[in-house]
């Protein structure tokens, strides 16, 4: 049986509190059961662009991708230039090999890419960074939500991208005339800048 896909719920006295308050989650799945990695038994995102296309012509207005690697492709800068045009904005992770070396979907144009910080607003010492980079979050020992009914601290760029994606979902919420791109863009504008 495989573990069903779990979020935060904020303000119900239970584990941990969803930053993204009065808003939906659609769980897409993007792996394959039969691919997996064989160190970790990890599955591998097999139909991430898929995955994204069809969250957006499904009504998703913020999309989050905690996964990546070092290739572009035309492939995947067609469909998310297909998913912002669609009215959604796509939130991805840095990723987490400490280097500034681009990592995809988050150096692609027209995604907010999300880097790590530390508990002391400093970047976290696994995390990218670089030119792609449009803000950074908090990513190093997160206690969230984890598989079959449970919670674990995890660390990485995987763990700050929600919690941004949350923040624009929250920014929504708060004020509703804005779109998702726009609420992505609020978002970085008002960032703040650190020296370290």
Known sequence: MLPVAQSAVTNNGIGVAGIGFNTKVMAVKTSRNDQRDPASGSPYIVYGYEGLLYSAKNGA??????????????FGQTIIDEVTTLGSVVVAA????????????AAYNHVLAVASTTSNDTRSGFSNFGYYVDVASPGSSIYNTWQNNTYASLSGTSMASPITAGLVALTMAQFPNLTSIQAAEKLELHATTSTT
């Open 61 to 74: 207005k913020v999309i989050n991708c905690s996964w990546g690697g070092s290739g572009y492709s035309m």
């Open 94 to 105: 840095a990723g987490n090999e400490s280097v500034r070396d681009p990592f995809y979907p």
